[in-house]
């Protein structure tokens, strides 16, 4: 729906009552039904008007659950709607998940649901009883009525919010569908416990997802992509045959009994940001500010959250104004934490097909985890003999985390799975690596990883980045990177070392990092070249488009930066195809504008760079491992997909690359990248299976639960940590004392050894107190 032009309000400045006493609220869900029974409770003289379009009873869906963190919320804020929702929950720990035939369930999770029926009528009653005038089966009038009209307007309307909509350019809200379709649905039973159940279909996978909200009453939901539904002829059903047919897709779990409907229609979710919530005394809430994946919980408790934290910005804040700018302060990172697990969940469901394959309670443990707020800590705490099976089935030898495995490329075993990341140090002298590179590289390899990465070591002076750039273009650099390898060999035995070889392209001759991240050199610059003549920046400079002899020149440059490579004694060589630099600037079609056979489709874009992996393979001594470091999307309209990544992948794999290192981004500067906690993974993960290559997994992976999690999943099989191996160079074997693990895995170089255990803090031999004295 799109805003009415003739309906654009004037100007209008939020009111700066101290404490609104007229209050509007349009949507008389379970968001806006709370929100006015709080705002109410709170202050019994404001005047509280409920407007809902639909019945009283009109809903979709059919349970709701609650965590009890929000249970908590509502405790304290108004004990007697508490009450009344406490004598009607529903209370389970389990979650079992179904998958060809073989069940799997992992205990201690907590759940709380009740009907969202019985949730509207507690609401309903709770209004009345606080004097809340509800008017139901009535239109709210339009909002800059309300506006003129309340001191405060809550837009309590929805994901079809038309509050929304009619101020779209004030509230500027970002509405991304997504491929599956999915109903919702009941059974006339209760589950004992929240379950996933998985059936492979000759059309294709679908899903149930399935939790009780009453002693005789279950949720069910079927899901499954848009292709699927559409071969299985579900477009072409009317609702009750649909129905009958999940049905008897999912018989089993269901016991052989029906499904039933309300009024139910497939639909595909939607994502809701907004990039602000309030507009001068209109404020959105719940659905129609946002909205997060039902796989991760539930929309209502998002809306019972926004309303308790609205409440109490409403109290402690002097004005209107300040108090709904501090309760979009408090609540977006909140929300967009939340949305950014919800998406992980979303997408994982959307690419259920590629997890079919895996071993069962592996495929359980993924499951999951797949938003990445369940990880593999939380689960051992939840329920560790559940977490040990999936250890089994790994392969992990007793009391030896998932990190702690080794993992074999080609001719080189890494004894764990940790990466020191790249880094450029922006160090050298004139290409050298010096005593710098020796401590900064050293330390990290006596810190355990399995493997330590160099930063992007130039093939040529003219591919510096900057002139701090280290290179392996002249022997003097090559006998200064033997110093380093001969180090980490021979004192810390167990670590392999890796080279990453790369040119800058149309990024190179630029200032260091923290003199100006991109900026060109004021003096002394270098003509610099790329796949097209695209500069980086408006402030860049214009590189020149390669000829194709000077194509045969750089592959020159790349071959004999590979024999320094392996004469200075390097363990493994990744070839840097990401970020942007030279060979990056071939793949993307943001940057390879060239209509020779090196520009166009991508398997053309592909050629320049494959032509190099080849001569680099060929000089490259057979054993040792060749990775290739791509980024899989450039987080731009037009750049390189996740589709194309996985072309890309499966073109060097192809060509014989052991592992493929999956970023993303840094392509072009105008690009919006999402971030988040892990948030490059499910790129790797996609490539892992579906180009059935190796892959490292790199970018916001910060602790070691996340290490264990991502491995044991099989969404990768190494991930690279960069920051925190600046913070703590010592993190995987730090890692190791804190999960009580000494193994082959993570070990101490002699002189470190009695520094292997956490240090004490504080006093530890205090008398414990043993009596209890009262008089």
């Not at 699927?228 to 072409?236: L, P």
């Amino acid at each position: 729906m799109t805003a009415d032009p003739g309906a654009r309000p004037a100007t209008r400045h939020p009111r700066r009552h101290e404490n609104p006493r007229r209050i509007a609220v349009i949507g008389g869900g379970p968001g806006g039904l709370y929100t006015a029974a709080l705002l109410k409770r709170l202050d019994p003289a404001r005047d509280v008007t409920v407007w809902e379009r639909n019945a009283p009873y009109d809903t979709f869906g059919f349970g709701v659950v609650l965590s009890d963190e929000t249970l908590g919320g509502i405790e304290h804020a108004d004990p007697e709607a508490y009450t009344a929702l406490q004598h009607h929950f529903v209370r389970w720990d389990d979650i079992d998940i179904v998958h060809r035939d073989t069940r799997q369930t992992s205990g201690g999770h907590g759940f709380a649901a009740l009907g969202r029926h019985r949730l509207l009528r507690i609401l309903h009653d709770r209004c009345r009883a606080l004097g809340v005038d509800l008017r139901f089966s009535t239109p709210a009038p339009h909002p800059d009525r309300l506006a003129a009209a309340y001191d405060l307007v809550v837009a309590a309307d929805g994901v079809h919010s038309q509050t929304r909509d009619t101020y779209a350019d004030v509230f500027r809200p970002h509405v991304t569908p997504h491929r599956c379709r999915y109903i919702w649905l009941a059974a006339d039973f209760a589950f004992d416990a929240f379950r996933f159940e998985i059936a492979e279909t000759g059309h294709g996978v679908m899903q149930l997802h399935g939790y009780p909200y009453a002693a005789e009453a279950s949720t069910v939901i079927v899901e499954m992509r848009e292709e699927v539904w559409r071969a299985a002829g579900f477009g072409e059903l009317h609702e009750r045959e649909a129905v009958e047919r999940c049905a008897k897709t999912f018989a089993e779990a269901l016991g052989g009994r029906p499904l039933r409907s309300n009024n139910s229609a497939w639909t595909t979710f939607r994502t809701v940001v907004t990039e602000r919530w309030s507009h001068g005394n209109v404020v959105l809430l719940g659905d129609a500010a946002h909205t997060a994946h039902f796989s991760i919980g539930s929309g209502t408790k998002l809306a019972v959250e926004d309303a308790l934290a609205l409440a109490a910005c409403l109290t402690e804040q002097p004005s209107l104004e300040q108090a709904l700018a501090a309760y979009e302060e408090e609540r977006k990172p909140v929300v967009a934490s939340t949305q950014r697990a919800a998406r992980a969940s979303l997408e994982w469901f959307e690419n259920l097909a590629l997890y079919v394959g895996q071993p069962p309670r592996r495929f359980a443990f993924n499951l999951l985890t797949r938003s990445r707020r369940v990880t593999h800590g939380n689960l051992r705490l939840r329920d560790a003999r559940f977490t040990e099976s999936v250890e089994r089935e790994f392969g992990c030898p007793p009391g030896t985390p998932p990190m702690f495995t080794p993992l074999r490329l080609r001719g080189l075993t890494l004894r764990n799975r940790v990466v020191v990341s790249p880094m450029d140090m922006y160090s050298a002298q004139d290409g050298v690596p010096g005593d710098f590179h020796l401590v900064h590289l050293g330390a990290r390899a006596l810190g355990g990883a399995g493997l330590v990465m160099t930063e992007m070591v130039c093939v040529s002076p003219e591919g510096r980045i900057t002139p701090g750039c280290a290179g392996l273009y002249t022997g003097r650099q090559t006998e200064a990177w033997r110093r380093i390898t001969s180090f980490v060999h021979e004192r810390a035995p167990g670590t392999a070392i890796g080279v990453q070889l790369g040119h800058s392209g149309r990024k190179g001759s630029t200032k260091p990092m923290w003199e100006g991240m991109d900026e060109p050199l004021d003096d002394g610059n270098w003509p610099l070249v790329a796949a097209s003549p695209l500069p980086y920046t408006p402030r860049s400079q214009v590189p020149r488009a390669l000829s194709r002899a000077r194509l045969t020149d750089l592959r020159e440059q790349f071959t004999a930066a590979a024999v320094r490579a392996a004469r200075a004694g390097f363990d493994l060589l990744e070839l840097h195809c990401a970020h942007g630099y030279l060979l990056s600037g071939f793949l993307s079609p943001l940057t390879n504008h060239r209509t020779d056979a090196y520009g166009g489709p991508l398997a053309n874009r592909l050629r320049f760079p494959l032509e190099v992996f080849d001569a680099v393979r060929a000089v490259w001594p057979e054993e040792r491992p060749m990775t290739v470091r791509i980024s899989a999307t450039d987080w731009a309209d037009g750049g390189t997909t996740a589709d194309d990544a996985v072309e890309i992948a499966r073109a060097f794999a192809a060509h014989g690359a052991d592992a493929i290192d999956v970023s993303t981004g840094q392509v072009v500067a105008d690009e919006r990248p999402e971030f988040g906690r892990s948030y490059q993974t499910p790129f790797a993960d996609r490539i892992r299976h579906e180009a059935r290559i190796p892959v490292i997994a790199v970018g916001a992976i910060s602790s070691w639960d996340d290490v264990n999690s991502l491995v044991l999943a099989g969404r990768t099989d190494l991930c690279a940590l960069a920051r925190p191996h600046l913070y703590d160079p010592h993190w995987t074997l730090h890692a190791a004392a804190e999960q009580g693990y000494a193994g082959p895995g993570a070990v101490w170089p002699a002189p470190y050894r009695a520094g292997s255990r956490p240090p004490r803090t504080g006093r530890a031999d205090a008398p414990k107190p043993r009596l209890s004295l009262s008089g």
